[in-house]
């Protein structure tokens, strides 16, 4: 098993696990299977280019990327400290082994080291109830709810806010 920054020779793997993951669980993230597989490769080449504010982190089992994380921090002076976790997703094939803690608990590791970022957020779909103990077990807290923010086939879906501080 390996832990690793993305890099673009990765984009095929990521660009399977996120396709997946929208296709799969459409409720727990805000973008969607349909709006993802209309993006050109530039785009996705984007998401995984080295930015000094954006970090990609992929969980390789048997050589396989078969988990990612993403972290972005914010650039505005006096929100430096804060960061997002973004795009928690692994393989269906891989769920449920503890990959995605270990990922995460590496992420945090990063995170906490560099003492650069000392508030994490995220957000996770309120029915999305492994997730939501997944983080608390990291010391997230709930600290609200977007009620209502994701619509899907005419349903409304709301998602909860969760919060790490660590000063």
């Known amino acids: ?14 660009k399977q696990i996120r396709l997946e993951g929208l296709k799969n669980n459409p409720t727990f993230f805000g973008s969607s299977y349909s709006e993802e597989t209309k993006l050109s490769t530039q785009q996705w080449q984007e998401r995984l280019k080295k930015q000094p504010n954006k970090l990609n982190l992929g969980l390789f089992y048997d050589n396989k990327l078969v988990s990612i994380i993403s972290l972005i921090q914010e650039t ?68 609200g709810t977007e009620v209502d923010s994701i619509k899907y086939k005419d349903n409304y879906y709301s998602m909860k806010i969760f919060q790490r501080v660590n000063h």
């Open 1 to 14: 098993m390996e832990i690793r920054e993305l890099t673009i020779d990765d984009l095929r793997s990521y």
């Open 76 to 143: 505005k002076e006096k929100r430096k400290h804060c960061g997002t976790i973004f795009s928690v997703m692994t393989k269906e094939k891989y769920q449920h082994k503890g990959l995605a803690s270990i990922l995460l608990g590496d992420l945090i590791t990063r995170v906490d080291n560099s003492k650069k970022i000392t508030i994490l957020t995220l957000k996770v779909g309120s029915s999305n109830y492994n997730a939501q103990k997944l983080y608390k077990k990291f010391g997230f807290v709930e600290i």
